[in-house]
């Protein structure tokens, strides 16, 4: 199905868009408790409980985010997503979809080389660690787009992404 098909995202598109978004910015803020836990357990000293708690939870959202991401990958390759609007002009979409390709590498790329970073070695820790500030910069820019969409343009593609089947 190509996007000119798609009248609009999804219920399961959209909760898994913001569902994601919530987890990933989990990561962001409490991720450093792994980074303190790991060291802990290297040097042998005590790990607080809120970062072990911590710790544990990162590991675990970081796997959910990575199914979430594959089951959301799977339905954008069955059920397609609708055409961009046109408002912005080629670059602004070229730039679009370039930042929804960053985000998906990324989104993958991250949790896969945090595991295996804690199952194979401990080198990919630093490759997992400059996910960080490419999710922090790539999600200012979405955000930016989206404002600039909502309240420059006024073309509705913020809605498209709050509201199931919006055109």
């Not at 990561?27 to 290297?42: D, I, N, P, T, Y």
């Not at 089951?71 to 997503?81: F, I, W």
């Amino acid at each position: 199905m190509t996007g000119s098909d798609v009248r609009g995202y999804s219920p399961l598109q959209v909760g898994l868009h913001w569902v994601i978004a919530l987890l990933v910015l989990f990561q962001l803020v409490f991720g450093e408790s792994m980074s303190h836990a790991q060291r802990g357990a290297l040097r042998g000293t005590p790990v607080s409980a809120s970062d072990a708690a911590l710790a544990t939870a990162h590991y675990w959202v970081g796997i959910a985010i990575l199914i979430l991401v594959l089951l959301r990958l799977a339905l954008r390759l069955t059920r397609s997503t609708p055409r961009p609007l046109e408002t912005a002009g080629r670059l602004a979409a070229r730039l679009a979809s370039a930042a929804h390709v960053a985000f998906y590498v990324l989104l993958v790329a991250v949790p896969v080389t945090g595991l295996l970073a804690i199952y194979v070695s401990r080198s990919f820790g630093g490759i997992h660690e400059l996910g960080k500030p490419a999710f922090i910069v790539l999600i200012a820019l979405h955000a930016a787009a989206a404002l600039y969409h909502q309240f420059w343009l006024r073309d509705g593609t913020l809605r498209r992404m709050v509201v199931p089947g919006a055109p």
